[in-house]
């Protein structure tokens, strides 16, 4: 991307949201490419930002709290964020992260485990602050329902996270783009336009290839780096 007099614009800071995306698309949002979102969508993100809010005021009423939106940055990295929450629990700082998912997206965490991308980002943060434990809290927009997932530090998932972020800078800073990364997730991406010519061949693509298989490929699985919890209430 270019700025005023055609010089090329500084790229972006990684923000953790991407920890989990792919590697394609996370440089095109560190190079500031567009996104094309439907009014479903924004309406989708709007609902979610508002239940994020009253979580928090949840949070704060509940007492134990460290800090709400704490700030998160690594200039070596070139990371920056925020995270929802920290709070004492057994003497120590845990993270916490919100999430809210649509009714079907939900049923399928219920029945497999909470999606790669929430987890990472919740790695993420663990790996930058050292923390050892977050809780990753899904709810349904769908029926209010909560999910709950204890996330604690895994050093296999950390350094491919860390390698992924610094394969990022790297093409973002040489202005260039990974190769793409075809999965299911293609069919929900804002900026698919960027990798195929036409929905056809999106769809093609998936179809041959609907597993997310990144390079290298996501360590071990999560079984041993992440405790369900059940429904309900964090507490």
């Given at each position: 991307?270019?700025?005023?007099?055609?010089?090329?614009?500084?790229?972006?800071?990684?923000?953790?949201s991407?920890?989990?995306?792919?590697?394609?698309?996370?440089?095109m949002?560190?190079?500031?490419?567009?996104?094309?979102?439907?009014?479903?969508?924004?309406?989708?993100?709007?609902e979610?930002?508002?239940?994020?809010?009253?979580?928090?005021?949840?949070?704060?009423?509940?007492?134990?709290?460290?800090?709400?939106?704490?700030?998160?940055?690594?200039d070596?990295?070139?990371?920056?964020?925020?995270?929802?929450?920290?709070?004492?629990?057994?003497?120590?700082?845990?993270?916490?992260?919100?999430?809210?998912?649509?009714?079907?997206?939900?049923?399928?965490?219920?029945?497999?485990?909470?999606?790669?991308?929430?987890?990472?980002?919740?790695?993420?943060?663990?790996?930058?602050?050292?923390?050892?434990?977050?809780?990753?809290?899904?709810?349904?927009?769908?029926?209010?329902?909560?999910?709950?997932?204890?996330?604690?530090?895994?050093?296999?998932?950390?350094?491919?996270?860390?390698?992924?972020?610094?394969?990022?800078?790297?093409?973002?800073r040489?202005?260039?783009l990974?190769?793409r990364?075809?999965?299911l997730?293609?069919?929900?991406?804002?900026?698919?336009?960027?990798?195929?010519?036409?929905?056809?061949?999106?769809?093609?693509a998936?179809?041959?290839?609907?597993?997310?298989?990144?390079?290298?490929?996501?360590?071990?699985?999560?079984?041993?780096?992440?405790?369900?919890?059940?429904?309900?209430r964090?507490?």
């Amino acid at each position: 991307m270019r700025g005023k007099g055609g010089t090329k614009r500084a790229p972006r800071t990684f923000s953790p949201s991407l920890a989990g995306a792919c590697l394609r698309y996370a440089t095109m949002d560190r190079l500031r490419f567009g996104r094309q979102i439907d009014q479903a969508s924004r309406a989708a993100m709007q609902e979610g930002g508002r239940r994020h809010r009253r979580f928090q005021a949840e949070l704060v009423q509940g007492g134990d709290l460290i800090a709400v939106e704490q700030v998160i940055k690594d200039d070596a990295l070139g990371v920056s964020g925020r995270m929802d929450a920290v709070r004492w629990f057994n003497g120590r700082p845990q993270v916490i992260e919100f999430k809210t998912v649509d009714g079907e997206r939900f049923a399928w965490i219920r029945q497999h485990g909470p999606l790669v991308a929430h987890v990472a980002q919740l790695a993420l943060y663990l790996a930058l602050t050292h923390y050892e434990q977050g809780v990753l809290v899904v709810e349904s927009r769908a029926s209010d329902e909560h999910l709950e997932f204890v996330v604690s530090r895994h050093q296999e998932w950390e350094n491919w996270l860390l390698a992924r972020i610094r394969l990022s800078e790297e093409a973002a800073r040489e202005h260039r783009l990974p190769a793409r990364e075809v999965s299911l997730n293609c069919l929900s991406c804002d900026r698919w336009q960027r990798c195929f010519t036409d929905q056809a061949a999106r769809e093609a693509a998936v179809a041959e290839h609907p597993g997310w298989e990144p390079e290298p490929p996501l360590p071990g699985g999560s079984g041993d780096a992440i405790e369900a919890m059940g429904q309900g209430r964090i507490s």
